[in-house]
């Protein structure tokens, strides 16, 4: 589905990408974000596609998450 701005319609793309914290969910959603914004343009939104742990010795080491970032393409 084309994505409508105040320009007009556009076309979308989404990539996944994955992101890790060591503080939380939403840390490893922010920085992934942050991250994906270095190297794309007009990002849209993003959805969680799956939640991960990593553990160390009994205690959690690291969040991650999968991401899958919308953003439209350029003219």
Known sequence: MPL???TGL???KVVEIT???PKSFEDAIALGIARASKTLKKIQGAWVKE???IVR??????FR???KVTFVLED
């Open 10 to 12: 556009h076309v979308g």
């Open 19 to 21: 992101a890790a914290s």
């Open 57 to 62: 010795d009994g205690k959690i080491a690291e």
């Open 51 to 53: 939640q991960k742990v």
């Open 65 to 67: 998450v999968d991401l």
């Open 4 to 6: 409508e701005l105040e």
